[in-house]
T-cell receptor, first 115, second 115 residues
Framework: KNQVEQSPQSLIILEGKNCTLQ??????????LRWYKQDTGRGPVSLTI?????NTKSNGRYTATLDADTKQSSLHITASQLSDSASYIC??????????????FGTGTRLKVLA | GAVVSQHPSWVICKSGTSVKIECRSL??????MFWYRQFPKQSLMLMAT?????????EQGVEKDKFLINHASLTLSTLTVTSAHPEDSSFYIC???????????FGPGTRLTVT
């Protein structure tokens, strides 16, 4: 069964601190992995996308890593800001026989940054 | 580019009535649109996939007669929740994808409250 699990479920950190969110997946066939940020009451916004051959991808203060052997990914947030408070969703894209792709969503990590 | 809008952003309706939610791709042609539902503190759950000009494909457990999807043009898909009940109260998010594309672009979501 295709699954994407994230940890921790929720996290509280102080402004300026760093944090790392984890994503483990059991998906086949793997196409790519994305990290999204979802503000409360809004749709998800893409942060990074990585294919099988990519180990790391950065977007400003966000750095994602991918270990395709262990099927793990992480999202590291550097020097957190209050505006980083949101849910972060790991999404793995699965290839289909038809040639299309399906997104498998993780359960998300709710991050709260305190002043 | 790749902007997806939803209308309305929030709606309150009485139990037993129907409500229509629109999803528009503003600056690209979306051959495929996806409808998701998200309950509080949970991740997105795919309800159905719609391709322009053809019938939508519903995920297991989603009632096609209750959630009517129309994708009549390359820029517009609608989701109609018929005979809404309080348990249908949720956050509904659409996404759109171009022909042959892998990326899904998400709308901002519609908050439905059924009283």
């Amino acid at each position: 069964k295709n699954q994407v699990e994230q940890s921790p479920q929720s996290l509280i950190i102080l402004e300026g601190k760093n944090c790392t969110l984890q994503c483990n997946y059991t998906v086949s066939p793997f196409s790519n992995l994305r990290w999204y940020k979802q503000d409360t009451g809004r749709g998800p916004v893409s942060l990074t996308i990585m294919t099988f051959s990519e180990n790391t991808k950065s977007n400003g203060r966000y750095t994602a890593t991918l270990d395709a052997d262990t099927k793990q990914s992480s999202l590291h947030i550097t020097a957190s800001q209050l505006s980083d408070s949101a849910s972060y969703i790991c999404v793995v894209s699965v290839g289909r026989v038809s040639g299309t792709y399906k997104y498998i969503f993780g359960t998300g990590t709710r991050l709260k940054v305190l002043a | 580019g790749a902007v997806v809008s939803q209308h309305p952003s929030w709606v309150i309706c009485k139990s037993g009535t129907s409500v229509k939610i629109e999803c528009r791709s503003l600056d690209f042609q979306a051959t495929t649109m996806f409808w998701y539902r998200q309950f509080p503190k949970q991740s997105l759950m795919l309800m159905a996939t719609s391709n322009e000009g053809s019938k939508a494909t519903y995920e297991q457990g989603v009632e096609k007669d209750k959630f009517l999807i129309n994708h009549a043009s390359l820029t517009l898909s609608t989701l109609t929740v018929t005979s809404a009940h309080p348990e249908d109260s949720s956050f509904y998010i659409c996404s759109a994808r171009t022909s042959g594309g892998h990326e899904q672009y998400f709308g901002p979501g519609t908050r439905l409250t059924v009283t």
